[in-house]
């Protein structure tokens, strides 16, 4: 199981080959992944930076917490979320989940339930930047 919470970009390329290299070789034979990048638009109003704040401990806590979730659920070999927080830009990676597992359909479930279950469950708050310079404080979630 593997949580990171990152204050600066990340290459959600690099983040998931780092991830299947822990491992063993072999060991799955499908890897189902999702990014979410940051939009430039949201609630019909252009947003040219949100800046993403998390509780420390709280939230790494809450994410492994819908990992070991999944891995009851599915027959998954391990999975990974990475989030980032602080000032992000629009078309920067926000998150990436991922799962491997031995089969397509395990990886492709469990992945989906791990951003869900992040967008509803982890300690995120959200403050939009928008083109006039006015700022606002995300209430809810957009439907997936």
């Known amino acids: 199981m593997a949580?990171?919470?990152?204050?600066?970009?990340?290459?959600?390329?690099?983040?998931?080959?780092?991830?299947?290299?822990?491992?063993?070789?072999?060991?799955?034979?499908?890897?189902?992944?999702?990014?979410?990048t940051m939009r430039d638009f949201n609630e019909d109003s252009s947003v040219t930076m949100m800046t993403l704040e998390h509780y420390p401990g709280m939230t790494e806590n809450q994410l492994e917490s819908i990992i070991a979730d999944a891995k009851s659920q599915w027959d998954i070999i391990d999975a990974l979320i990475v989030h980032r927080v602080g000032d992000i830009q629009p078309g920067n990676p926000i998150v990436l989940t991922a799962v491997c597992s031995a089969h397509r359909a395990a990886?492709?479930?469990?992945?989906?339930?791990?951003?869900?279950?992040?967008?509803?469950?982890?300690?995120?708050?959200?403050?939009?930047?928008?083109?006039?310079?006015?700022?606002?404080?995300?209430?809810?979630?957009?439907?997936g």
């Open 3 to 36: 949580v990171f919470i990152k204050p600066d970009a990340f290459d959600p390329a690099a983040e998931l080959t780092r991830f299947e290299a822990t491992l063993p070789m072999g060991s799955f034979g499908a890897t189902s992944s999702f990014t979410g």
């Open 107 to 143: 990886a492709f479930d469990a992945c989906r339930f791990l951003m869900e279950a992040l967008k509803s469950r982890a300690t995120f708050w959200k403050k939009e930047t928008l083109l006039d310079g006015q700022q606002r404080w995300v209430e809810k979630n957009t439907p």
